[in-house]
């Protein structure tokens, strides 16, 4: 069983950073590609970004490209997304996600089977 925990959210200014963390519980951690999505109110889960299993892959949305950077630490059982230059249209509650073997082309939320709470991240205008 793997189980996720995100923190790292709050609320920031625009063009201010922030970085969240998911924890992940499982031996197996690093046999798991990971990713993050977002769901802002009235709006569908979207996906934000992916990493690989192996850590050698990463694919993020149009919208974050050259802005947000995701990471693991195999060592630490962690992932990370790494936010900068955030806007207000990235405000959503973030959440993080693990698929077995993910090569780093999953991204739609069915594909994944283990999901964190959700960590809120506001950014104002």
């Known amino acids: 069983q793997v189980q996720l925990v995100e923190s790292g959210g709050g609320l920031v200014q625009a063009g201010g950073s922030l970085r969240l963390s998911c924890a992940v519980s499982g031996r197996t951690f690093r046999t798991y590609g990971m990713a993050w999505f977002r769901q802002a109110p009235g709006k569908k889960r979207e996906f934000v970004a992916t990493?690989?299993?192996?850590?050698?892959?990463?694919y993020y949305t149009n919208s974050v490209k050259g802005r947000f950077t995701i990471s693991r630490d195999n060592a630490k059982n962690a992932g990370y997304l790494q936010m900068n230059s955030l806007k207000p249209e990235d405000t959503a509650v973030y959440y993080c996600a693990a698929k077995q073997y993910s090569t780093g082309t999953a991204v739609l939320p069915n594909e994944y089977g283990y999901w964190g709470q959700g960590t809120q991240v506001t950014v104002s205008s």
């Open positions: 990493i690989s299993w192996s850590g050698d892959s990463t």
